[in-house]
Structure formats: structure tokens, C-alpha cells
């Protein structure tokens, strides 16, 4: 049976990049070792990282005024590690709520300083982002922080929110390189890989060098970007097969066609499941069109129980992962870069069967 994996993260990758990896694993190609056993500071390891960075470069046409970093401690450490490093001295910074993980960067970055909510949209549940006249934003804020696309609720921002010249922080963990970038309009991005990118064990960081003189001396090492940054990301040991996982996806990404081609089969891929959501009476989207994620598809039932009986008969069919986030419950489809158009439809077979035979 063919398994088709819904998973939110780690999700699917593409099976191209797990065969290379699998077939290269012993012995990388001319070097007779496995990555897995060689030392960080090895010329084959600091080139293949290296190749990471310029085909990222390449794909999202990053500026040579931007770094790229790969860290650990998941896109979760970003959360404090942004204000440790860009709030100035007795500076403030604001910070957009648009679901559970901007609500958990919210959380941290007020145990490390002066943060303000200047939009948020809990009160609705989280069914759609603010939209510009909505957010009472500083402009003496050291940065504007908010979160691209909310894995949870289904929702993504149609565009960046307008910041004026404060620099424009953004976790964008579930649908980075999803679609083209302009990454100019931004300070930092930041984007934990297991979701559109990799394996887990990496955090792809994205900063602009004027930002990289904000992080203060006292800062221990290891939380400090301009650390990671003088240390070309290998001030300690890197996660070199993260990094690794992550160059293969890029590389992959960059077979397909690039990220105006990925959006085109994203879209084209969400399309199909939407469309089936507002077609029916039975299953009940969750976000607002206009905001809806193209990597998140999130509905209901008609009740709970119907909702446990979909996702244990879509998993005995070969549909896995497809239960919500535990903290809104209902069904989730996450349908990431790697995630085939095959499977969507698979997956609307199977909704139309459900709800003719339970409907
Ligand atoms: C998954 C996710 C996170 C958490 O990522 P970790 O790497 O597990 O820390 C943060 N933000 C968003 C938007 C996510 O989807």
C-alpha cells in the first residue's frame, strides 16, 4: 500500500533526496568515508556546506548583504535567540500573534526583554492574520516580529506585513522556499528544516549583516549570531547531516524548477483540496479565504467523532497524520514542497466516499 504521509513536521521529503542520501551514506562519492564520521573542519564537510549555502543562495536569490546560518535548537530557540540579539540596549520590539508558535515566540521574548502585541487575531481562533490597519506598530520598535505561516490554524499572511524601515523578523518554519522570496524585505528569517526543508536538527537562519552588529558582547557563544557568523556556522560542531539533508532538498528544489515552479504545484496542489471544502457541507474550512495556507489544510466535521473515525479510516487506507494539532483538534492536511499531487487527490477520493457514506 502506498503511504502518503500528512504529516505537519517532520513530514514528507522528497524520495530523490532520501535515495541519495541512503546510497551516499557509507561512502560519500570520492572521499571513501561517511559524512556521518568525518570532522566538521574536513575539506569534504566545509565544502558540502559550503554548496548548501550558495544553492540557497541561488534558489531564493539571497543579497550578498545577507548570511546564512545553520543552527540548532529548532526554530524554537529562535525565539528568544532574536531578542537576545536584536534588541538594542533598553530597546522594545513588536511582535504580531497570529497563532500557537507566534504566541510561544511571544512567550519567550518577553522573558528576555520589552515586547509589545501589536495585532493579534486569537480572538477569532486564529482564523485569519491582521490585516495592515489592524496592527498598531512602533516605530521606534528595534524589529517587527511575526510568523509567515501558521502550521496549526491552516492560516498564511498574503504578504508581508508593511514594517515602514523597522526590520521585518519572520519565522517562516512551515512554508519557506514554498514560493519565491524577497528577502530584502526582511531583517531576519528564520525556518527550523523538518518541515519544507529537511531533517530535523538544523534551523536555517537568514540575516542581514547590519543586524549582525546588535548582538551584544555579553552574550554567551552559542547564542549569538555574529558568533555563528564568524564561525561560518561551525563555531562548534554543526549538524552536518541536517546540513547535508537540507543541501539534497535545495538541490532537489532547484530541479523542479525553482520556487516559481513549486509555488505554481503548491497552489495547484492546495487548489484541489480547497475546492473540495467548499464544495461540501459536510467537511468546514478553518481559515478565511484570502489567508489560507497552501502548506496547512485545516476543517472539520460535522462532530469529534466523526472527525476520529476520518482520520482512523484514512490511516488504515494509507493516509497518515492527518489528526489537527492537539490544541484545535480536527483534521489536518499538511501538504509541504515534497508532498506529491497524487496524494491530494487520493485524499479527496477518500473525503467524497466519507462523507457519502456518513454525510
Ligand atoms: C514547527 C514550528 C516551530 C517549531 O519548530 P522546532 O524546530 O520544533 O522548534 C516554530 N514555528 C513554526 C511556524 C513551526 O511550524
Redesign the pocket.
Known amino acids: 500500500m502506498t503511504i502518503y504521509n500528512f504529516a ?2 517532520p513530514a514528507t521529503l522528497p524520495a530523490a533526496v532520501l535515495q541519495e542520501a541512503q546510497r551516499d551514506l557509507t561512502e560519500l562519492p570520492g572521499v571513501g568515508m561517511s559524512l556521518l564520521e568525518m570532522s566538521h573542519r574536513s575539506k569534504p564537510v566545509v565544502d558540502m556546506i559550503d554548496r548548501a549555502e550558495d544553492d540557497i543562495r541561488q534558489l531564493a536569490g539571497i543579497p550578498d548583504n545577507y548570511r546564512v546560518l545553520f543552527l540548532q ?5 529562535q525565539f528568544s535567540m532574536v531578542p537576545m540579539n536584536l534588541l538594542t540596549p533598553n530597546g522594545k520590539a513588536d511582535h504580531i500573534v497570529t ?1 500557537n ?2 504566541n ?2 511571544l512567550q519567550d521574548a518577553q522573558k528576555v526583554g520589552d515586547i509589545r502585541v501589536a495585532g493579534s487575531t486569537e480572538e477569532s481562533n486564529f482564523d485569519h492574520v491582521p490585516s495592515q490597519d489592524e496592527l498598531d506598530l512602533d516605530p521606534g520598535a528595534d524589529y517587527v516580529h511575526f ?6 490554524y491552516g492560516t498564511e499572511w498574503p504578504a508581508e506585513p508593511d514594517v515602514g524601515d523597522v526590520p521585518l523578523v519572520a ?4 512554508n519557506i522556499f514554498s514560493k519565491p522570496i524577497d528577502v530584502t524585505k526582511y531583517g531576519l528569517i528564520y525556518a ?4 519544507n526543508l529537511g531533517a ?1 536538527g538544523v ?1 536555517l537562519v537568514l540575516i542581514r549583516d547590519d543586524l549582525l552588529e546588535r548582538s551584544p558582547e555579553s552574550l554567551p557563544a552559542m547564542l549569538s549570531y555574529s558568533v555563528h557568523a564568524k564561525g561560518k556556522s561551525a563555531h562548534n560542531t554543526p549538524p552536518v547531516f541536517s546540513i547535508y539533508i537540507l543541501g539534497l532538498v535545495v538541490k532537489w528544489l532547484a530541479e523542479q524548477g525553482g520556487l516559481e515552479h513549486m509555488e505554481h504545484q503548491n497552489q495547484g496542489k492546495a487548489k484541489v483540496l480547497y475546492d473540495e471544502l467548499d464544495s461540501s457541507e459536510f467537511f468546514r474550512g478553518h481559515a478565511h479565504s484570502g489567508h489560507r495556507s497552501p502548506m496547512n489544510v485545516t476543517f472539520r466535521l460535522p462532530c469529534p467523532e466523526l472527525e476520529t473515525q476520518f482520520a482512523g479510516e484514512a490511516t488504515a487506507e494509507g493516509l497518515v497524520e492527518l489528526k489537527g494539532h492537539r490544541s484545535v483538534g480536527g483534521i489536518r492536511a499538511s501538504i509541504y514542497n515534497a508532498f506529491p499531487m497524487e496524494g491530494v487527490r487520493v485524499l479527496v477520493s477518500f473525503m467524497k466516499e466519507f462523507e457519502r457514506t456518513h454525510g
Open positions: 505537519a513536521g535548537g529548532g526554530a524554537s530557540l497563532g508558535f507566534a510561544l515566540a510568523t509567515g505561516n501558521n502550521t496549526i519565522d517562516l518554519s512551515s527550523g528544516a523538518q518541515k530535523a534551523t
